[in-house]
């Protein structure tokens, strides 16, 4: 009775136009009260049915404008009540995190897999929001909460929006997110040179000048065929957003602060084995403007009698590995084994630990066996679908070697054996902590 008389009375005025001259407000009614209402100016048509195109959601966005270092959108809400979690995902950061939790491409995932790996990011980058807002986000202006936004150019994003409750923050069941991508940067005009600086006992130092006009800096380190190979085979755009780091020229010049009883070049990196590494360099200008040069140079490992890791047999499988090693001279001072997720031992490195420190970390001691028999077995049981790194560790007094040997349990993929990494007894044991991981720290939605 009552949609009859809703639709009579619209059909008797003629229009929603026609309604509004007699009332300001419309009323939904159930038997005698009043269930909804809303003003006349903020409803276009009453419809008994979801048109196609309409959006049936709390909340809503759109992409108003995005140039090479800044995005502007809008997060509609049908009440200036409604509060949400907003934020901006570069695509590097799901590709990186697709590759890590599901083992594939997140252009291949489901949409379902897709939308996990988006809420799991987001808190990352996730302001508050309440009602209906406009925000815009420009690289290294501030966020207003003590941090910076990071905006790049010709980088692909999600702009995400996730209805949370009021008063805990936690998350609702709806998420909402649109992808767009930043405009290409030009050739800046801006003054900056990278280039080899010198080998020192932290591995080797570059050196990098610029004028004020540059915004920041982003690196790539490694061996030089291999980053060859992964340029060639994946481009540059993904080795520097999967994998490269993030700095301002002052970061990159001088001496580092945290160590008082040695001088310790910033713009330092980690060399092990002797021979070329390469270092790929954008330097952005505060226009979103790019520079992009490379690093060349020769390290030269210092010799050292330290203690030998020969793998005698291994095995691997569904599930399970074996790797059974000798260590010599088996009169080690300090032995350990320790078994890693591939990705949290690159994540680790970046962030300035070292292979010897990982591997005597939350680790196995086999001190007593290795000073015993001379080798030991290391197997392991329950493992998911993941590349995994044991790191086999010792130390006598001429100083120590740490190796790692990369595996996918099953039986046809191949082991990725690394070369060991020495150090000797009289060099300096400290940690290299001057070359900063690019992942954001966990930023709490505000």
């Not at 580092?256 to 910033?266: A, G, H, M, Q, R």
Request: charged letters at 20%; glycine letters at 6%; aromatic letters at 12%.
């Amino acid at each position: 009775m009552i949609k009859q008389t809703i639709i009579a009375t619209l059909f008797a005025v003629g229009a929603m136009g026609a309604y509004a001259q007699s009332t300001d407000m419309m009323y939904l009614i159930k038997g005698d009260h009043v269930v909804s209402k809303y003003k006349v100016d903020d409803v276009d048509y009453v419809s008994f049915e979801l048109p196609a195109g309409v959006i049936d959601n709390p909340i809503w966005l759109s992409v108003d404008k995005v140039g090479k270092n800044t995005v502007t959108y809008t997060v509609s809400a049908v009440s200036q009540t409604e509060t949400y979690a907003h934020g901006l995902v570069p695509f590097w950061e799901a590709q990186y995190a697709s590759l890590d939790n599901f083992g594939d491409e997140y252009n291949n995932l489901s949409e379902a897999q897709q939308v996990q790996i988006l809420q799991a990011l987001l808190p990352y980058y996730g302001y508050l929001g309440i009602g209906t807002n406009t925000f815009t986000q420009t690289d290294s202006a501030s966020d207003g909460v003590g941090s910076t936004f990071e905006v790049m150019p010709n980088n692909k994003y999600f702009l995400c929006a996730w209805q949370i409750d009021p008063v805990t923050e936690a998350p609702l069941d709806l998420f909402v997110y649109d992808e767009f991508t930043t405009v290409a940067p030009g050739v800046s005009q801006a003054a900056f040179e990278a280039s080899f600086l010198r080998q020192n006992e932290q591995g080797i130092a570059l050196k990098f000048t610029g004028s004020n006009e540059i915004s920041y800096v982003q690196t790539c380190w490694g061996v030089k065929n291999v980053m060859e190979s992964y340029k060639e085979r994946y481009g540059m755009d993904m080795l520097m957003g999967m994998f490269g780091q993030r700095f301002t020229l002052s970061q990159l010049e001088g001496m580092s602060p945290e160590y008082t009883d040695v001088e310790i070049e910033n713009a330092t990196w980690p060399a092990y084995d002797s021979g070329e590494y390469i270092m790929y360099v954008r330097a952005y200008d505060v226009n979103g403007d790019m520079i992009e040069t490379s690093v060349t140079a020769t390290y030269e490992a210092p010799d050292a009698d330290c203690p030998k890791i020969t793998v005698w047999d291994r095995d691997k499988g569904e599930g399970f590995v074996k790797l059974n090693f000798e260590i010599s001279p088996s009169n080690v001072d300090e032995a350990y084994v320790r078994l890693m997720k591939e990705n949290d031992v690159d994540d680790m490195i970046n962030d300035g630990w070292t292979l010897a420190e990982l591997a005597c970390s939350q680790s196995t001691d086999i001190t007593s066996t290795i000073n015993r028999l001379g080798e030991y077995t290391f197997t392991a049981n329950d493992l998911t679908e993941n590349w995994y790194a044991i790191l086999v560790y010792a130390k006598n007094s001429d100083g120590s070697t740490v190796q790692r040997f990369n595996f996918w349990p099953d039986t046809e993929s191949e082991w990725a054996d690394y070369n060991p990494v020495t150090k000797p007894a009289h060099s300096n044991g400290i940690r290299v902590r001057n070359v900063k991981s690019n992942k954001p720290a966990i930023k709490k939605i505000r």
